[in-house]
């Protein structure tokens, strides 16, 4: 008997995929079957192409922008016054956030008008910056960098209260000058808050994005959505809404999760939630 399941064949074992590959696969399964049902509903509803648009309507309408080469200008646009706008954001806010946190009386003093702002979106700011400044590029940029500002800044004022004091004191007692203590202490300490305001920040500033060139601009993926519409070009419309969501999700994937991994996670300050089981 031994002798036989010695002899057996052996069977080859069937390649595994990777985790990100099977992730992948999942999700466009998912994705498939979304559009196979949105295809198949078209004539069931029975509207016209106006009011419910096929997804063979939006493929048309993706490439037509592509042929013409607006989408890709239009894409351009958008990173470009989104790059910008979130870098002058964050820079500003992180400076100013250290500087008040610095200083306990100003940081008190500061907060209450903080939290004010904070509570004031964009949408609200984006007609006054057409009134001063007009349409066009620098309403776009000024909203983008006051809805980043705020949160990074009040992020970073929150992390730099969490230093921990028992740290600064060993620094000051061992000659460390108020430098080192804002070098060796509160900084990392406060490194973990600021990407979190960063993360959120890039979100509401896409979104923001999106909102000001529709008010504001005559190109970018925003202006895309806007004119769909009032051309009565829906299926453009929904080009414009499939490429802001790729685009986030490129964002997200390639420029924030490895900014991330690169920062807090490498060092150890935060874990991956993945990592955990």
Excluded: H
């Excluded at 390649?15 to 990100?20: I, N, Y």
């Excluded at 929150?158 to 000051?172: G, S, Y």
């Amino acid at each position: 008997m031994n002798a036989a399941v010695a002899s057996a064949p052996v069977r080859p074992q069937s390649p595994r995929l990777s985790p990100r590959v099977a992730r992948f696969l999942k999700g466009a399964l998912g994705v498939g079957l979304l559009l196979a049902a949105w295809q198949i509903s078209v004539p069931l509803v029975g509207m016209s192409p106006y009011f419910y648009p096929a997804p063979s309507d939006v493929v048309v309408a993706f490439g037509d922008l592509i042929r013409k080469g607006v989408l890709p200008v239009y894409i351009a646009d958008s990173m470009g016054r989104y790059a910008l706008g979130v870098g002058t954001g964050v820079a500003l806010g992180i400076v100013a956030g250290i500087a008040v946190g610095l200083n306990r009386k100003l940081s008190l003093a500061l907060s209450p008008l903080f939290k004010f702002l904070f509570a004031l979106v964009e949408v609200a700011w984006i007609p006054i910056f057409v009134v001063w400044f007009g349409y066009g590029i620098k309403t776009i940029v000024l909203a983008l960098v006051y809805v980043v500002f705020f949160p990074v800044l009040y992020n970073t004022l929150l992390a730099m209260r969490t230093a921990p004091q028992v740290l600064a004191n060993a620094v000051r007692s061992l000659g460390g000058s108020g430098f080192d203590v804002l070098r060796y202490v509160i900084l990392p300490a406060a490194l973990p808050g600021m990407i979190t305001g960063l993360r959120v920040a890039a979100g509401f500033a896409f979104r923001g994005l999106v909102f000001a060139e529709i008010i504001a601009a005559k190109t970018g993926i925003g202006y895309l959505i806007f004119e769909g519409t009032q051309t009565q070009q829906t299926s453009r419309t929904i080009v414009g809404m499939i490429v802001m969501g790729l685009l986030w999700l490129a964002i997200d994937q390639f420029y924030l999760r490895p900014f991330e991994r690169a920062t807090v996670q490498r060092w150890g300050l935060t874990v991956d939630a993945a990592q955990r089981t």
